[in-house]
């Protein structure tokens, strides 16, 4: 069985040798593949797309350290499912409750954009998470790369499921997919996702997991 994550992987020599020359330039940096982050016993998972530069890929935590994070863990935090509205290192002592986030590929890409290769070569661990994760009942795409790592992860059509903002997916078992527009800078920026809809996608995950 493949494991749910692999600290020293290098299956992708793009992103092994992009991660090593950025590891020159800062030296302080994690540079590694960043590692899912919560609740082991989570009944909701969120999925973002990659590390961002100086975000996961400085902290060695998801979406922590940049601009895509302030939305995503204040909104977290009103809904109860984390101890804190802000995400500053992985050290910080912040407690996820209920939810669990990680990302469809785990290295930092060039220009945020990971390559289709490279997606599909780290959704083997995708898919060994989130066989593990007995307890999710609602798995949160943040984006529509997400939600295709999403389905590929789960030998399902991604013609069959077209990704929309809040849209909802049956997966099968109990499980729903739930879709979001990504925390990015550049959409929340454009208003493209604004607070309110963000915290209705949260708020309907919340009353999917409590049927």
């Known amino acids: 069985m493949n494991p749910i994550f692999d600290a020293d992987c290098r299956r992708c020599p793009r992103l092994a040798a992009f991660l090593d020359a950025v590891h020159v330039e800062e030296p302080g940096y994690y540079c590694r593949p960043v590692p899912p982050f919560g609740d082991p016993a989570a009944r909701i998972v969120l999925v973002g797309l990659a590390p961002g530069m100086h975000g996961a890929n400085r902290t060695g935590r998801p979406f922590t350290g940049d601009h895509a994070g302030i939305l995503l863990y204040r909104t977290l935090y009103k809904f109860g499912l984390a101890s804190g509205p802000e995400s500053l290192a992985a050290d ?120």
């Open 92 to 211: 910080d002592g912040l407690i996820l409750l209920g939810a669990r986030i990680t990302n469809s590929v785990k290295c930092l890409p060039p220009a945020n954009k990971p390559l289709p290769a490279e997606v599909k070569e780290c959704n083997a661990y995708l898919r060994a998470e989130l066989g593990h994760s007995q307890s999710a009942r609602v798995i949160l795409a943040l984006g529509a790369i997400a939600h295709a790592a999403i389905l590929r992860a789960y030998d399902l059509p991604l013609s069959a499921f077209r990704f929309a903002h809040a849209a909802e997916h049956a997966l099968g078992s109990g499980r729903v997919l739930l879709d979001s527009y990504h925390c990015s800078r550049y959409n929340t920026q454009t208003r493209r996702l604004t607070t309110s809809m963000f915290e209705g996608v949260i708020g309907r995950a919340r009353e999917l997991i409590r049927r």
